[in-house]
């Protein structure tokens, strides 16, 4: 008679402690800087519902899209001294910082946000640079290649001449090698220059065009193929020293997947958005020349060289990064094709 007493008591203890350790679930903070409908807080909705997921609910992620925690500036600051327990950068926005990981901002040609991504991860997983040694890199991810979104027409590059365009990172000398005048702004800031009229346009992917409205006044496209701009997933390296070790396996699984996923929506996302400005504001797209993308190509080769220049002056061994990096894009393109 006692016996199915005690049974049930044990039972009732078990059924306690898994509730209250599913009660104890972890809240982290995820902030970002731009605005909820683009493409870095998309994918950091699609993160925070797999790990939710896969974590069975021990770990939940507080998302703080639009600058509400941290802006796109004082993100990897924010981070490092936990004012967000995750965080989202855009590496050009750091000039400096993040001398190993810019070399994914050289004009060397990326077609695919796929490719660029994986090839970012690669890159990161093979020399750990110490850059990012003082966060835990969750994921890793590029934006699609860059093109001028434009109030005033650029048919053809001497169209460039004097027009002032928002951009970051490489491109501003891409753009100073062509005769245009790069105005440098994190992409938070993009919406009130353009409103303004500080700036007449703007580089960067075309999923822009539709998720921050700038097609209603950035009529004009022209396809120029300018470099991609890196994003790192950051978080604070106590707050991660502090997980469980089943919580940051599952993390870590999710790394590269994470990566791909974001790579494949934003490549699809791009041609939504340009046929998306078609259609609601009858954009128009301009293709350049083969002479004239060869003239954006000679005229951004020196990058490379700075870029091999500043990587040295920081202890890196500059030539093989470049080289992984174009190894590891050409053994992807040869994968997903370009
Ligand atoms: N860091 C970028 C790239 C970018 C492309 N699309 C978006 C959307 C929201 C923020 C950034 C981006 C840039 O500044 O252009």
């Known amino acids: 008679m006692r016996r199915p007493i005690i049974l049930l008591a044990a039972a009732m203890t078990l059924v306690c402690l898994l509730a209250a350790t599913a009660m104890a679930a972890t809240t982290l903070t995820y902030a970002n800087f731009p605005p909820a409908t683009t493409f870095p807080c998309i994918q950091m909705e699609h993160w925070k519902e ?83 040694g003082d966060v835990k890199v969750l994921t890793l991810f590029t934006s699609a290649p860059s093109n001028i979104m434009s109030k005033e027409p650029v048919r053809q590059l001497s169209d460039l001449k004097g027009m002032e365009l928002r951009a970051s990172g490489s491109i501003l000398n891409i753009l100073a090698g062509l005769g245009a005048q790069g105005v440098g702004m994190p992409m938070s800031q993009t919406p009130e220059a353009l409103q303004k009229g500080v700036v007449k346009g703007l580089v960067s992917s075309f999923d822009v065009l539709k998720d921050f409205n700038f097609a209603e006044l950035c009529r004009f496209e022209t396809i120029t193929n300018m470099p991609v701009y890196p994003f790192a997933v950051i978080m604070n390296k106590a707050c991660w020293d502090a997980l469980p070790d089943d919580v ?60 091999k220049g500043e990587a040295a002056k920081a202890g890196l061994d500059a030539d093989t990064i ?15 094709g370009k």
């Open 322 to 336: 470049l080289n992984d990096m174009l190894a590891f894009k050409a053994k992807y393109e040869a994968e997903f």
């Open 248 to 307: 940051k396996k599952t993390l870590d699984d999710l790394g590269r997947e994470q990566a791909q996923w974001t790579g494949e929506y934003l490549d699809k996302h791009i041609n939504d958005s340009l046929a998306w400005s078609k259609e609601q504001y009858q954009v128009e797209v301009f293709t350049l020349t083969e002479a004239e993308h060869e003239e954006i190509r000679v005229k951004s080769a020196g990058l490379v060289d700075e870029w």
């Open 50 to 132: 797999e790990v939710e997921k896969r974590t069975g609910g021990a770990l939940a992620i507080q998302t703080f899209p639009g600058s509400t925690l941290l802006g796109a500036k004082n993100m990897l600051r924010g981070v490092q001294t936990g004012q967000a327990d995750i965080g989202c950068i855009s590496l050009p926005y750091y000039p400096g910082v993040f001398p190993a990981m810019s070399v994914l901002n050289l004009p060397v040609a990326f077609t695919s946000t796929k490719v660029a991504s994986l090839t970012m991860w690669d890159v990161y997983q093979k020399h750990r640079p110490a850059e990012l």
